[in-house]
């Protein structure tokens, strides 16, 4: 039974991580891509590293807002499992998690962590998209590479390395501010 009930908790929690994100990435995506779009000058010149940047922060703040109710299905889903059978909240999905939250809690209670998420966001997307239009633009523009999956490739590489760099200071005070809570 235990057996069987670990299988189907990685199947059901796993539908709480590809909506979260399918509605974090799209919505950063979509955002990123139309102000990129809006900020690209009539002659085709792309925006600067720096309005990149801010262009990346407006994006990932947005679409970390539209994923922070699956995130805290998902959340709660993977921490079910370590709560006493009389507290457990048994969300069979992560529609049943939304469903169980808006009504016995209010629906407010789906955007639990926002800020903490948008913040996160914010560092995370401006470093990886500008670092990543960045790196693919001056590699075409001083003809090191084509635009290929190569080049594809190592601006996906370089955007890695920033993002790394950017959000783990940012990861390290929200661990540790999420410590605090958690002990008090």
Same mark, same amino acid.
């Given at each position: ?5 670990? *299988? ?13 994100? !399918? ?8 955002v990123?891509?139309? &102000? ?9 010149t %792309? %925006?600067?590293v ?14 970390a ?5 699956a995130?805290?299905? &998902?959340?709660r ?12 909240r ?10 169980k ?5 209010? !629906?407010?209670?789906? &955007?639990?962590?926002?800020?903490p998420?948008?913040v ?33 490739? @190592? ?10 760099? !950017?959000?783990? %200071? ?5 661990? *540790?501010?999420?410590? @605090?809570? &958690?002990?008090?």
């Amino acid at each position: 039974e235990l057996r069987v009930q670990h *299988r189907y908790g990685v199947v059901f929690r796993l539908s709480a991580g590809l909506l979260r994100q !399918a509605t974090y990435t799209t919505g950063r995506m979509g955002v990123y891509s139309s &102000l990129f779009d809006h900020f690209t000058s009539a002659d085709g010149t %792309p %925006p600067n590293v720096l309005m990149k940047c801010l262009i990346g922060a407006v994006a990932g703040s947005i679409g970390a807002i539209f994923g922070t109710p699956a995130d805290v299905v &998902l959340v709660r889903m993977c921490l079910d499992g370590r709560l006493p059978l009389k507290e457990r909240r048994g969300y069979k999905n992560v529609f049943h998690g939304f469903y169980k939250i808006s009504k016995f809690e209010g !629906a407010a209670t789906l &955007l639990t962590g926002w800020r903490p998420t948008v913040v996160r966001a914010m560092f995370s997307n401006a470093s990886q998209l500008a670092s990543y239009s960045q790196a693919k633009q001056l590699l075409i523009h001083h003809n090191y590479m084509t635009d290929n999956i190569y080049c594809h490739v @190592v601006s996906s590489l370089f955007a890695g390395g920033m993002t790394t760099l !950017a959000t783990m %200071p940012v990861d390290i005070c929200k661990t *540790r501010y999420s410590g @605090v809570q &958690l002990v008090s």
